[in-house]
């Protein structure tokens, strides 16, 4: 019996491809997999391995618990380009400080939803117009 987490591996895998445009075979070629791997994934015949749920998570642009837990913060009408400036902002601010010393990973990522958020109304608000 598979619990919860993983019914979700497989949706938002199949979700975040398509929102690329990509096939099978082209996430396999950007992330080192084969394609028969990632249609593995994609029907739930196996799990993906953290490690490979980060490397999809850093090529998306979207947190692991995104892809693990189906946590959506990415609107519907985002397309592939806001999805990149998004991840270009994110990894432009890596190497994040407060009061000269650094943050923890989880006080990163914590600021990181916070920019996600902001940089998702900020967007949403210039296509509107």
């Known amino acids: ?3 919860d987490k993983e019914t979700k591996i497989p949706q938002q895998i199949t979700l975040l491809r398509s929102r690329f445009g990509w096939t099978q075979q082209e996430l396999a070629d950007r992330i080192g997999f084969t394609k028969q791997t990632i ?3 994609e029907t ?3 799990v993906p391995r953290m490690g490979a749920i980060q490397k999809m998570a850093d090529l998306f642009g979207v947190s692991i618990s995104f892809i693990i837990e189906g946590d959506e913060t990415t609107p519907e009408w985002a397309d592939e380009n806001d999805i990149l400036d998004l991840k270009e902002m994110l990894e432009n601010n ?5 009061g000269g010393e ?3 990973d989880e006080e990163k990522q914590r600021v990181k939803d916070v ?10 608000q210039r296509k509107d117009k």
Do not use: H, Q
């Not at 890596?94 to 407060?98: F, G, I, L, P, R």
């Not at 920019?115 to 949403?124: D, H």
């Open 1 to 3: 019996m598979t619990n």
């Open 39 to 41: 249609s593995n994934w």
């Open 44 to 46: 739930g015949l196996k």
């Open 94 to 98: 890596v190497n994040m400080a407060y």
């Open 102 to 104: 650094e943050l923890t």
């Open 115 to 124: 920019l996600t958020g902001i940089f998702w109304e900020k967007n949403k």
